[in-house]
């Protein structure tokens, strides 16, 4: 009785249409940001292969579609398990596409059946990372480690598979060096493999990901006013696609500017991911809107490199420029976009941390391809040069009513 168009996106790395389907509920876990703890207190419950198998076929026969999602919080739970779903598929002839979700640490324990699963249609992993600051999986009790990505990244390349990661950004603990070495760790692992048209949402390798997230009912929750600030004005503004929590490691961060002048391309970065992570206000912004607003967010990122000292942290810059003229701009919002031009800056080396000054292990700024570089460099220009013409520097957004109901 559902109308299939809503329930049905592109599978990552190979494209054409997947379908959701759930294998198990639950997981043993208890990273604080999760809410898998909460929902199902640490408790898993298992269908039957057989009966997951059974919905595989229902599917293909009723829809024609033969990829599958598993949306399972952690689907590499249990071997026994695993062997005999793929067992299963492969006894059926199904010829299924499918993938799902996990950790690093399962990927490492089940790699002696990774190639039955490779055979039964297990294209990749999908493995959250989150940071590349063991600091931090301390913090949110994440307990990975780093040898334990790189190692199920290299199992999944060795068996023709594609590691997939989902990362966060403002995860308590991380400073701006940390998105620099957030950025170099997921260099790493994506090294030799193709750019998946179908996961990555931007159109450059900078790693934003999701939004670290105080979801209500999670330890994250309740612990959040105490490690950072959470700026969501209601339960509906705490959504991983937009900045809703600044952890007191960025804020407190002291900017250091390894560069002085800013290239075009820095400015389309710091334009796309801090629109793409405050709610995606320029997608319903009409025509004008959206060249009044990427110039005010022109002005507004010269302004804060200006500001940058060398002396006041994130958190004082942002005051001080919220005091002098707020550019139409509540101060939460220009906080937040002043975090996203910080990490994205960070991550490709033309900011870092005062900490890291003195020692001896500067970085420098890291080349990014940007593979629509002329269209977003014209229509940025473009903005600039109207916004500079008209004197446009205030914000005016439309926000979308899903956001607001
Ligand atoms: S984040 Fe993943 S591993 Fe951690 S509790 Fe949630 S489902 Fe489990």
């Keep these: 009785m559902l109308d299939l168009r809503h329930y049905t996106t592109n599978l990552h790395v190979i494209g054409s249409r997947r379908v959701p389907i759930i294998g198990s509920r639950g997981c043993p876990y ?48 249990r071997k026994d398990h695993l062997v005999a779903l793929a067992e299963e598929i492969l006894k059926r002839d199904l010829q ?34 989150e940071s590349a600051n063991p600091d931090a999986y301390n913090i949110v009790g994440k307990n990975e480690t780093l040898d334990n990505l790189i190692e199920a990244c290299e199992l999944q390349k060795s068996n023709g598979m594609f590691p997939m990661y989902t990362y966060m950004s403002y995860l308590p603990g991380d400073t701006i060096r940390d998105a620099y070495k957030q950025a170099q760790f997921m260099d790493r692992l994506l090294k030799g493999l193709p750019r998946y048209k179908y996961f990555h949402h931007l159109p450059f390798d900078i790693y934003i990901g999701q939004c670290c997230t105080p979801h209500v009912g999670t330890k994250l929750h309740d612990e959040a ?23 007191q490691s960025l804020l407190n961060d002291i900017p250091i500017k390894n560069e002085y002048r800013l290239l075009t391309d820095d400015r389309v970065f710091c334009v796309i991911v801090s629109y793409g992570t405050i709610a995606d206000y320029l997608r319903y912004d009409p025509p004008f809107l959206k060249v009044k607003n990427v110039s005010a967010l022109n002005v507004l990122l010269d302004r804060y490199c200006n500001a940058i000292d060398g002396k006041k942290n994130l958190l004082e810059i942002v ?58 460099r014209t229509a940025l220009t473009t903005s600039r040069i109207i916004g500079k013409l008209l004197g446009l520097k205030d914000f005016s957004f439309t926000r979308h009513l899903s956001y607001e109901t």
């Design 96 to 129: 299924v596409k499918w993938l799902g979700l996990t950790r690093a640490s399962h990927i490492v324990m089940q790699k002696d059946i990774l190639p039955l699963l490779s055979r039964a249609g297990l294209i990749g992993m999908e493995i959250g990372i």
């Design 225 to 247: 006013p105490s490690l950072g600030m959470p700026l969501g004005r209601d339960e509906e503004d705490f959504h991983h696609s937009s900045t809703c929590f600044l952890p």
């Design 30 to 77: 208890n990273c604080s940001y999760c809410v898998s703890p909460k929902l199902w207190h640490r408790k898993v419950r298992w269908r039957s292969p057989s009966n997951i198998a059974d919905e595989m076929e229902y599917v293909i026969k009723t829809t024609g579609i033969n990829q599958f999602h598993f949306w399972d919080d952690n689907l590499f739970l």
């Design 319 to 376: 005051k001080s420029l919220h005091n002098e003229d707020h550019q139409c701009l509540a101060f939460n919002d220009m906080l937040k976009f002043c975090a996203a031009f910080t990490i994205t800056l960070g991550q490709y080396g033309v900011l870092d941390s005062a900490y890291y000054q003195d020692k001896d292990n500067k970085i420098s700024r890291k080349k990014i391809h940007c593979s629509k570089s002329l269209i977003y």
